[in-house]
């Protein structure tokens, strides 16, 4: 079993749609939880970033954590054409080895 | 801040060659990490530095792979005898002490192909 699930999708959403990716994991000492954009042939781009349980919001973007279910959540508000790319979800905790989802690739169709 | 860079963009060798990568950090990052992308997967983690010191490998790595960081601030990835499974994006991340234990910040990624 992976230590992080995510849908590879593809997910395809109209213009102004709020898109909702989900990662689920295994290892519950997980404690930091981010959310990356990457565009094709580009290195992944920090989203979001939050510590433990919780929801945290920014822009169009919110974060949402469940550790009890360990399940984490980024819902994209307004969605663009140039929200058009690929989700990745990754998590650590006090190490120093982040772990990453698959990704979903999503687009956003005007 | 100019971002994380990475040298060459892409890379084109034989099997059997030997190839090396280049990392510059964000100025002033102490802490860098080397990952391996294949196409449709996420980052797979490599190496990571703290300074000029290596604490943590992945047990994936292999032997030909090695990385230093001799001074604290660029770092190179060199792998011996490529294979084609070798062929994939190596991404450099590198973090600050200062920021969270959640935030890195990562280059555009090198592109190997082994022919």
Request: charged fraction near 20%; hydrophobic fraction near 25%.
């Amino acid at each position: 079993q992976k230590e992080v699930e995510q849908d590879p999708g593809p997910l395809s959403v109209p213009e102004g749609a709020i898109v909702s990716l989900n990662c689920t994991y295994s290892n519950s000492a997980f404690q930091y939880f981010m959310w990356y954009r990457q565009y094709s042939r580009k290195g992944p781009e920090l989203l979001m970033y939050t510590y433990s349980s919780g929801n945290k919001e920014d822009g169009r973007f919110t974060a949402q954590v469940d550790k009890s279910s360990k399940y984490i959540s980024l819902f994209i508000r307004d969605s663009q054409p140039s929200d058009s790319a690929t989700y990745l979800c990754a998590m650590r905790y006090t190490g120093n080895q982040f772990y990453f989802g698959t990704g979903t690739s999503l687009t956003v169709i005007p | 801040d100019t971002g994380v860079s990475q040298n060459p963009r892409h890379k084109i060798t034989k099997r059997g060659q030997n190839v090396t990568f280049r990392c510059d950090p964000i100025s002033e990052h102490n802490r860098l990490y080397w990952y391996r992308q294949t196409l449709g997967q996420g980052p797979e983690f490599l190496t990571y530095f703290q300074n000029e010191a290596q604490l943590e490998k992945s047990r994936l790595l292999s032997d030909r792979f090695s990385a230093e960081r001799p001074k604290g601030s660029f770092s190179t990835l060199e792998i011996q005898r490529t294979e084609q499974g070798d062929s994939a994006m190596y991404l450099c991340a590198s973090s600050s002490p200062a920021r969270g234990l959640g935030e890195q910040y990562f280059g555009p990624g090198t592109r190997l192909t082994v022919t």
